[in-house]
């Protein structure tokens, strides 16, 4: 849960579910570009997951899935790559809506 608080969806990659991780990681992205609401909700939704999936791998009800840890730095560095063009993007619209035109 700690690790998808501050990266989105990597706390399904230390599960063990990759696919479910980077799932999270589009959603959120394509929910903060509609508007902030909806990436939090995703992003929320990440924490919840990891955490009741984490506590049901513990209790066994959930076979428990093996993450390696160099998909999982892979991951979090591949997800910093993204959330610095995200923002960059971003900043870049802001700055050429906000910036004055001489015609």
Not at 2 to 8: A, D, T, V
Not at 50 to 66: C, H, N, P, R
């Amino acid at each position: 849960m700690i690790l998808s608080f501050f990266f989105p969806g990597a706390g399904q990659v230390y599960n063990g579910e990759t696919g479910k991780g980077i799932g999270l990681l589009i959603g959120s992205l394509i929910g903060y570009c509609i508007f902030i609401v909806p990436g939090v909700i995703v992003w929320l939704y990440g924490l919840y997951d990891a955490y009741t999936v984490a506590q049901k791998m513990i209790k066994g009800e959930i076979l428990f899935k093996s993450s390696s840890t160099g998909a999982l730095i892979g991951y979090i560095i591949a997800e910093i790559i993204i959330a610095i063009i995200f923002f960059v993007v971003i900043a870049a619209f802001i700055f050429a809506l906000s910036s004055p035109h001489y015609y």
